[in-house]
Nanobody, 116 residues
Framework: QVQLVESGGGLVQPGGSLRLSCAAS????????MGWYRQAPGKSRELVAA???????NYGDSVKGRFTISRDNAKSSVYLQMNSLKTEDTAVYYC??????????WGQGTQVTVSS
């Protein structure tokens, strides 16, 4: 089992920045992939960014060049640096972690609101 706790969400003006954090606990040594998804009202959940065990990363098209995912395996944490935020980035952001033997785990989500 893996537990995930996100932090760092909040209200920011367009063009601003936020940094989200996600701390994992439990069977952290078994985590392979960690990432971020988001869900806006009335929309389906979408990939924001993923960090794979080989060090590679993947980003959703709408955030490429603006968001950066990073991972600290020593702290069992993953981060999302969000720059040049737009109103359409407003959503609940969820951290997830993939463990091959037991499946996908999700955090409770953190609200990001981009508004002037």
């Amino acid at each position: 089992q893996v537990q995930l706790v996100e932090s760092g969400g909040g209200l920011v003006q367009p063009g601003g920045s936020l940094r989200l954090s996600c701390a994992a606990s439990g069977s952290v040594s078994e985590i392979k992939t960690m990432g971020w998804y988001r869900q806006a009202p009335g929309k389906s959940r979408e990939l924001v960014a993923a960090s794979f065990s080989d060090g590679s990363t993947n980003y959703g098209d709408s955030v490429k060049g603006r968001f950066t995912i990073s991972r600290d395996n020593a702290k069992s944490s993953v981060y999302l640096q969000m720059n040049s935020l737009k109103t359409e980035d407003t959503a609940v952001y969820y951290c997830n972690a993939l463990v091959y033997s037991t499946g996908l785990y999700w955090g409770q989500g953190t609200q990001v609101t981009v508004s002037s």
